[in-house]
């Protein structure tokens, strides 16, 4: 039996980019660690702050939920609350709603669900069986991004946490530099300035690999929705990923590295893309130019405003 590298408990975890071996409670305090750094890197806590979280029940958005839950503990000077997007994927989202409204009432905090159809008249079912030429995927982020800041927006939030992790976050850098996209490249989050209309993100598990989100959720009897979006295949995000999942099974800590490398470019990417100031779109969220992204595609969708 292979043990603990602190204690003499059975290891539960492998961490091929350190080489430790931890058992369930040091593995969760390692986890636990680094979230907290990343969280209070991004939060200054002064008191009256609304950090809402956008939970859509799987497994890095639920331990985003707990852990940020569990970082803020008991305070009483700042307000939490979980978002969850119904993007009307039928057979799928559904059943993902219970379980987020479960860990929520588990924890005290409010839940707040929006819909596409409530806020675009549309849903992701509607818009996969429309002719296009971009993925289901492009648009459900688009989206689901304006879905999350306008709920966010009329919560008060001072902040919204996402669940996106170290993969995910490796996965849009390379994305976006292969692209050509260094402009993009700038705007990831988490946000460094507030910009008007725009609640600023924040991603609580940035360093932290995918896998190590589903072992925590594992071995803290997390429940979460395991189901894989029908339009997942889709995604240009997928190459990206079988690419990333290669290059670290061959040499262990390329997603930090990728990391490091961008954290270490963005003050002159800062200076070399000011933040423009935002205008505000017809349905009221802030736009680059005099329509915001969301709009547009629900234009090109249906040939007039929405």
């Not at 991004?42 to 956008?54: K, S």
């Not at 460094?192 to 600023?200: A, C, N």
């Not at 071995?219 to 990923?241: F, Q």
């Not at 070399?272 to 802030?286: R, S, V």
Request: glycine residues 6%; hydrophobic residues 35%; positive net charge.
């Amino acid at each position: 039996m292979i043990t603990c590298d602190k204690c003499r408990k059975r290891s539960v975890a492998f961490i091929r980019y350190s080489g430790a071996h931890l058992c369930k409670e040091h593995f969760s305090d390692f986890v636990e660690r680094r979230v907290k750094y990343e969280f209070r890197r991004r939060v200054h806590l002064v008191g009256g702050e609304r950090i809402a979280i956008a939970v859509s029940g799987g497994k890095d958005s639920t331990v985003a939920l707990h852990l940020v839950s569990k970082i803020l503990g008991k305070r009483r000077n700042l307000d939490i609350a979980a978002i969850t997007v119904d993007e009307g994927i039928k057979e799928y989202r559904e059943s993902s709603l219970p379980i987020v409204a479960g860990h929520c009432r588990e924890l005290g905090i409010e839940h707040i669900v929006v819909s596409f159809k409530e806020l675009f008249g549309t849903t992701m079912d509607e818009i996969a069986k429309t002719q296009r030429t971009i993925s289901a995927c492009s648009y459900c982020g688009v989206l689901r991004r304006a879905a999350m800041n306008r709920a966010a927006k009329e919560w008060n939030a001072t902040h919204l946490a996402t669940g996106l992790n170290l993969d995910d976050s490796a996965q849009s850098i390379l994305m976006n530099i292969s692209r050509g996209e260094v402009e993009r490249l700038a705007r990831l989050g988490p946000h460094r300035r507030v910009q008007p209309g725009l609640v600023p993100r924040i991603q609580p598990l940035r360093t932290i690999p995918e896998s190590e989100t589903t072992l925590y959720a594992i071995v803290n009897k997390l429940r979460y929705h395991d189901l894989e979006c029908p339009y997942a295949p889709e995604a240009l995000r997928n190459t990206y990923r079988s690419v990333i999942a290669e290059l670290e099974d061959k040499y262990p800590g390329t997603r930090h590295s990728i990391l490091k490398s961008y954290d270490e470019l963005l003050p002159a990417l800062d200076k070399m893309y000011p933040f423009a100031g935002l205008k505000t779109c017809k349905c009221g969220e802030p736009a680059v130019g005099t329509t915001c992204k969301a709009c547009e595609l629900l234009e090109s969708l249906n040939g007039k405003a929405t």
